[in-house]
């Protein structure tokens, strides 16, 4: 395979990269488990925070209760260890875990088949991404991998309940993290040799020459996709509960269409076995704002100051985070909180207690700001929904938020008097929420359509046409009646929310809206806040559902 290199005008080299068509044979097999050894014994920043993240793990009671042990290369069958003695004791605890597309027709445990599992099941009843991700294991002679749906039983809620606020201590603490990236599901497996037209699209395959005699020396086959994996390219990039997974990861490797990629806190840029270097978001995402560690330059909630600038900084970083996330899908929605929990939970402990309760997504900290998400695209009218309105995570679909980072409660135009969240996740703070109410005080706007435009009453009594930029939460959010404007920030431009009144008091978020970029007047809104510009000035207290 080959890259053409040059300027537009010239052509000046053509530059061949190795492309690995066969990523299950015994020399591929050898290269990686050569650098896996390197990692575990010659990295000393892996090997230090590798140790740090056992030792936090065990203390904490985070390891994970089960774990599948793989035997020897050649062995028919794997077993279940259900809470050996050593995840507890001092002894050096080595596993693999597995990041992968379940899709359909995976192989679980289940409460009626756990004793069956913990005598011993036989590699053939297991779906293919299973079965090589156990021959990886073997290879790299660890003895034990956690995978999902074999170490956590499936129709046990209360086994859920207790193993799913482990995920990152799970993922964070293993030796390697086999993340399966270009199966869709766990039927199709990763080892199977890559068909290059599939991989690759369209080839171009031309003759190569020997330039002394003219004898035919090869081929040179020039492609028309990138011979690396880029963000998003894979199907495992689009699925919700895997980023948590590949983020929290000390030694990650990624089994790609195009190629391997194994990355550390040593090798960021990843090594790769073939194709080229492609500097990917997760390579460069800085995992150690996610790994539980609290962040030297934040000093606590009751420190007299903090700097600003590592809070923005931290605090877009988390931003950024949702965003990459809220882009992935999940199969079933109701995970949208639970496979951001743990993530949510590190970052937390990174704030040292500066972010403040976690709100159904949203950090109390900054709630004004939390607030003003935005769909770029609005969900179907009839997308499932789950917890309150204000939160990003009520229905699917890409959200985005202002850089905005409220410095102190003054810059807000809102007043936050209270929350209270139900969940059904026996206590933990960041799992799935099954109402939430916020309690606001500010300035509401009402507003009403006329033909296609939102106006609202102005002080003369007459109505005046909004000119502002909106993003509804759904479709039909024209079709709604009864609509207020509830401004949060204004500064150099006016933004917040857009509420639709369920009864007296109560509102539900359904949008919303700028004045950036927007064309106003004098008389917009976009121009003058909302208790300036409608006949009520003074700030209400109400619900927001």
């Known amino acids: 395979m080959s890259e053409i290199g040059g300027n537009r005008d010239e052509l000046t080299c053509i530059r061949p990269k190795h492309v690995n068509q066969v990523p299950g044979s015994p020399e591929t097999l050898d ?69 992968y597309c379940w899709g359909d027709g995976n192989f679980c445990t289940m409460i009626e088949n756990i004793n069956e599992i913990r005598q011993g099941i036989s590699l053939d009843l297991l779906p293919n991404t299973i079965r090589d991700a156990i021959r990886l294991t073997r290879v790299l002679l660890l003895p034990y991998i956690w995978i999902d749906a074999l170490c956590i039983i499936q129709d046990d809620q209360l086994d859920k309940r207790y193993e799913l606020p482990k995920m990152a201590s799970i993922y964070g603490a293993a030796d390697v993290v086999f993340s399966a990236s270009r199966a869709h599901s766990c039927r199709e497996g990763f080892l199977y040799p890559r068909n290059l037209s599939e991989t690759f699209q369209t080839l171009y395959i031309f003759p190569l020459y020997d330039r002394p005699n003219g004898d035919a020396a090869g081929k040179v086959i020039v492609s028309e996709r990138a011979l690396a ?36 806190y040593v090798e960021k840029d990843g090594l790769i076995d073939g194709g080229d270097l492609y500097f990917n978001i997760t390579t460069r995402f800085d995992s150690t704002n996610f790994d ?69 997504g949203l950090w109390e900290y900054d709630l004004p700001g939390e607030l003003l998400w935005f769909k770029p695209k609005a969900s179907s009218k009839n997308a499932a929904r789950v917890g309150p309105s204000w939160s990003w995570a009520h229905s699917a679909g890409p959200v985005h938020f202002p850089y905005i980072f409220f410095l102190s409660k003054s810059d807000s ?34 507003l009403f359509w006329k033909g296609e435009y939102l106006c609202y009453m102005g002080r003369g009594g007459g109505s005046d046409t909004i000119t502002l930029l909106t993003f509804w939460d759904f479709e039909n959010g024209r079709e709604l009646l009864d609509l207020f404007l509830l401004e949060i920030f204004q500064e150099k431009e006016a933004q917040g929310i857009i509420l639709h009144r369920l009864e007296n008091g109560v509102f539900e978020r359904v949008g919303y809206y700028t004045s950036s970029g927007c064309p106003v007047d004098n008389s917009s809104l976009g121009k003058a806040s909302v208790s300036q510009a409608g006949m009520e000035t003074a700030p209400h207290e109400f619900i927001l559902v």
């Open 31 to 99: 290269l990686i488990r050569g650098w896996a050894q390197t990692c575990w014994t010659e990295h000393q920043p892996c090997v230090y925070e590798r140790r740090r993240r056992l030792s936090k793990a065990k203390l904490s009671n985070t390891m994970p209760k089960r774990l599948l042990s793989v035997g020897q290369t050649g062995m028919s069958h794997v077993t279940l260890q259900d809470d050996p003695p050593f995840l507890h004791s001092t002894t050096d605890t080595r596993y693999a875990a597995l990041s």
């Open 229 to 264: 994996d880029r963000d998003g390219d894979e199907p495992i990039d689009k699925r919700g509960w895997t980023l948590q997974e590949q983020v929290q990861a000390l030694s990650l490797l990624k089994c790609g269409s195009r190629q391997w990629r194994w990355t550390c």
């Open 292 to 360: 539980g560690r609290p962040s030297p330059a934040i000093f606590g909630p009751n420190a007299p100051s903090q700097d600003p600038v590592t809070l923005r900084d931290l605090w877009d970083h988390w931003r950024r985070y949702v965003t990459m996330y809220s882009a992935r899908e999940l199969s079933v929605r109701n995970d949208a909180l639970p496979a951001l929990g743990t993530m949510a939970e590190n970052f937390a402990t990174r704030m040292r207690g500066m972010a403040g309760r976690y709100w159904a």
């Open 413 to 446: 135009k809102v007043e936050i008097l209270g929350c209270t969240v139900e969940s059904n996740a026996s206590g933990w703070s960041y799992g799935s929420v099954t109402r939430a109410v916020l309690t606001l005080k500010g300035h509401l706007q009402p």
